[in-house]
């Protein structure tokens, strides 16, 4: 029976799911302002402005979102690694967290702003604050949108899964996410400060996705171990928020998946990207449960190891004849002899 404790105890404990957790973290951003006016040109050439206009209803590392006259008048970026999300994997979810900075002197009517969240298509540099509107990168205006949905101590979330979707399908490269306003109205007038990456409540990502099936070429990609399709499917991996903060990024986040070429253009190139094939990687691991097959073999072993304690003794050996039995055995013996 110790035999059968020490199995159960280093068998049984190796099948209990293994705990896995993937980042998504917001490593930069930029944001473009409309009545920031860049380079003129002229005969001579393009002349830049004198100086740049100052933002003090945005503090330094925030990220602001307006409409002015019915008008956007301000729109931020943000940058996103989702390299840990393998391509060919589900999301299931992907929700995007911003704080608005209750010391931003810009907040305006928050409560009444419709904002979104879009791809981005083109190239998304990091650093650019107050910027000219012209300078802001091209994003996706027909694919699909996370609307911006805000409570009332002003924590905005953003479900961005179906961006994501496009992301480790191929069809779109992570560039990064444009929050832009959403179909403002003639007249209205709002603005909306977060804080960013590095700040006091900094931008985070949090959500589930499963990885692709084992055995498939998205899976060997990544790294994956591989299994036949009808053992187990892949367990769903939970996104951790990155809380590390600070804007840790000077070009565009690795990327999980490659775009697919088609007949539209970016006004620039994005850089910085990788292709999904042999270059994802996945944190941490997805736990398979084993075939039934190896549950029946342990049962079998423990009632061997049962069976064998009612012929074996306490030390494993066989049980010698009793004395008493043997001294009978003589008597009988020398009483038929004698007679």
Do not use: C
């Amino acid at each position: 029976m110790v035999a059968a404790v020490l199995l159960t105890s280093v068998v049984f404990p190796a099948l209990a799911p293994a705990q896995t957790s993937a980042g998504v973290p917001v490593t930069g951003g930029s944001w473009y302002w409309q009545e920031q006016v860049g380079s003129v040109n002229t005969p001579n050439g393009p002349v830049a402005p004198p100086s740049a206009l100052p933002t003090p209803d945005v503090p330094s590392g925030d990220f602001p979102v307006s409409v002015v006259g019915g008008q956007p008048d301000k729109e931020s970026f943000f940058q996103l690694d989702s390299s840990a999300i393998p391509a060919g994997s589900t999301v299931q979810s992907l929700v995007l967290t911003l704080n608005e900075d209750p010391g931003a002197r810009g907040n305006l009517n928050a409560s009444t702003a419709t904002i979104e969240a879009r791809a981005v298509t083109g190239f998304l540099a990091n650093g650019d604050y107050g910027r000219p509107w012209t300078s802001r990168p091209q994003y996706d205006t027909t694919g699909p949108a996370a609307q911006g949905k805000r409570t009332a101590g002003g924590s905005w979330t953003f479900e961005l899964a179906p961006i994501a979707a496009r992301w480790t399908s191929g069809d779109l490269s992570n560039n990064g996410i444009a929050l832009v306003p959403a179909n403002p109205q003639q007249g209205q007038a709002y603005e909306v400060v977060w804080f960013g990456p590095g700040g006091a409540k900094a931008p985070t990502v949090a959500g589930s996705y499963t990885p692709p099936p084992p055995g498939s070429p998205q899976a060997a990609a990544a790294g994956i171990e591989t299994t036949a399709p009808d053992q187990s499917a892949a367990a769903p991996v939970s996104i951790t928020p990155d809380t590390s903060g600070g804007l840790t990024s000077t070009a565009t986040p690795s990327l999980s998946s490659p775009p697919r070429a088609t007949g539209a253009t970016s006004a620039a190139p994005a850089t910085g990207s990788r292709a999904a094939t042999g270059r994802a990687r996945q944190i941490g691991s997805t736990h398979r449960a084993p075939p039934w097959g190896f549950y029946l073999a342990i049962l079998v072993v423990i009632a061997l190891i049962a069976a064998s304690t009612l012929t074996l003794g306490d030390l494993g050996e066989p049980e010698p004849e009793r004395q008493g039995g043997v001294l009978r055995s003589l008597e009988r013996r020398a009483t038929e002899v004698a007679t």
